[in-house]
């Protein structure tokens, strides 16, 4: 039977799940009913330093992206960093792990970017038997404006700063929580390793904002006719978090650097893409708030029985194994053809394969074969482009197939080549490399 126990920069956790920093961790309560759940760990709610705790709005804090049929696509959270005193907080933290010391507890922080502060708060932490520390230097919306979280996120020589002190007044383990909003996510995470993070998290949520009332022309959500970006996060976050994380884990500055994935994990196939690309837990927000504590057990027993299945005794015997196949455009194999090939014996005929294809690609499907209703591909005008196996409503009705080396392809008229040819090398562009 699978073993799900990591080890993730020196912390144990029973399973690789845990709860993100947000409203699941805000309390005791809360962590307690996720730990008797299953999970594995949890990344408390942010603290930030003592004095009057912050104040959040009394109102619609949450927006969704809806699919038609109501399920949940995206997740706006304009929530602020914990609300409870820090003694409160820290008091809770202190009872939950002695209560479960098998779980992995991991303290979230958040104050300004001053020495003192920082070293006040970490001897504090680590006197609650905490297992580590994530800074929180990813959060976009209220805090930001104070000069906290995605503020210092966005600059290298911040991250790279306050790691530094962490690492220095603490012995804890120190991940860096980065944030998405940041043309290449690779600057950030340098500077975490140049600091000493032991590993990094990402993402935060991104920038956004859901919508306006059609009818008083407000934005939504609002709390008094008046609203603000908040973080988006949820399913649609989930390929823009994978591409973060497997350019870190393949940079060569950053490879090898432990990371903890987080956006848009609702079940156990979106942790297996974090873990093959690279990552060694994730983390859960968005699917707890929606679905509940319990969706754990869905996750746990997913990933054994599909380990099980591979014959993978650990989480480590996959992590990364995706990540060779990650590379540039640039290096991709030009001599490479595929064509789509539809099954006739599936296909009903609905005919959107043909509409898609038709107004929008490569006009490579018929309709009408000897006078009646047919889809068919047509291989001289296929280029393989993947769409109609997208809008096709029936699993495996159409696929693709690559061309053997020798076959012809009857678009180009071309023999398909068994030498692979990328940009690099291909005879259209000028500054190629001979070879």
Known sequence: MANLQTNFIGIQSPNPFWLASAPPTDKAYNVNRAFEAGWGGVVWKTLAEAGPPLVNV???RYGALLSPDRRLLGFNNIELITDRDLEVNLSEIIQVKRDWPDRALVVSLMVPCNEAAWKSILARVEDTGADGLELNFGCPHGMSERGMGSAV????????????????????????KLTPNITDIRIPARAARRGGADAVSLINTIN??????????????????????????????????????????RDPQTAGLPISGIGGVGNWRDALDYIALGAGTVQVCTAAMVYGFKIVQEMKSGLSDYMDEMGFTSIDDFRGRALPTVTNWSALNLNHVSKAVIDQDSCIACGRCHIACEDTSHQAITAIKDGKRHFEVKEDECVGCNLCTLVCPVPECITLRSLAPGEKDLRTGRIVSDKHEDWSTHANNPMRVSV
Not at 157 to 170: A, D, G, L, N, P
Not at 214 to 223: F, G, N, V
Not at 232 to 244: D, E, F, R, S, T
């Open 58 to 60: 009394n109102g619609p």
């Open 208 to 249: 956004s904002i859901m919508g306006v009332d059609p009818y008083s022309l407000t934005m939504l959500p609002s709390t008094g006719g008046l609203g603000s970006h908040g973080g988006y996060c949820g399913p649609a976050v989930k390929p823009i978090a994978l591409n973060m994380v497997a350019e870190i884990a």
């Open 153 to 176: 996120g966005q600059v290298p020589e911040y991250i790279e700063m306050v790691t530094q002190w962490c690492k220095h007044y603490s012995r804890l383990p120190v991940i860096v």
